[in-house]
């Protein structure tokens, strides 16, 4: 009983210390009007986009904005790489 204590004390320890390290990285300051006013890590949150918001992920100048090609060739390199799975739908 004793140690089954102990082991739960020493969980909710180290749980509250990897939340509060968590909520460090995250910051509150004004920025772009599309953000959430929310920065992780230096970047701010974007809001949620929904399905409507699939004309801007699909327009025409996204591969000269974004380079996706070179993007994909990049990360053939990386060690990673098994786990990106990249599809283009085609109608």
């Known amino acids: 009983m004793k140690n089954s204590l102990q082991f739960i004390l ?3 320890a180290i749980l509250q210390t990897t939340t509060l390290a968590a909520q460090e990285r995250y910051t509150l300051k004004p920025g772009d009007p599309n953000g959430i006013s929310k920065w992780y890590m230096g970047r701010q949150i974007a809001q949620v986009m929904s399905h409507y918001g699939i004309g801007w992920l699909e327009r025409e100048e996204r591969e000269q904005e974004e380079n996706t090609t070179q993007l ?11 786990c990106l799975i990249f599809r283009k739908v085609k109608n």
Do not use: A, G
Request: aromatic share 22%; proline share 7%; net charge positive.
């Open 10 to 12: 020493l969980f909710f």
């Open 72 to 82: 994909l060739k990049n990360s053939s390199n990386l060690p990673w790489q098994h």
